[in-house]
């Protein structure tokens, strides 16, 4: 089992090539979305990369639920509903949503996921 440290590392590395982003950005606070720039797509080939590192399978909509910001049972006026974060939490374990849980708004979603967030879910994938 690799250490944190070695998980991070193998983070970054994915995140620079995927991204294009510059190694000195990529910090464990970082945001995917604000601070590293990732849109959707970009997404799918972090999750490629992800997997060929770490001979790991992450099935499709575990990562980035995107099906629960688009479904009206989860979002009312734009805004993720108690329903949704409790989806969330569920779906992401891994994840801090305080502060989006503070503005639960779905364009809000993409600044909640950071690079330490990856790490926690890659080191939950490797232990389960």
Do not use: C, H, W
């Amino acid at each position: 089992m690799p250490t944190r440290d070695e998980i991070f590392e193998k983070v970054k590395t994915a995140l620079v090539d995927a991204l294009g982003v510059d190694e000195v950005d990529v910090i464990p606070a970082a945001s995917m979305v604000g601070d590293l720039g990732a849109e959707s797509i970009d997404f799918l080939d972090i999750v490629f990369r992800l997997e060929k590192s770490f001979g790991i399978k992450i099935p499709r909509g575990e990562l980035f639920p995107e099906d629960v910001l688009s479904s009206s049972e989860y979002v009312t006026n734009g805004k993720v509903n108690a329903a949704g974060i409790t989806a969330l939490k569920s779906r992401m374990p891994f994840a801090d949503l305080t502060k989006f849980e503070a503005n639960p708004s779905v364009q809000n979603f993409g600044n909640t996921l950071t690079v330490e967030d990856m790490v926690r879910y890659v080191q939950s994938k490797l232990t389960a």
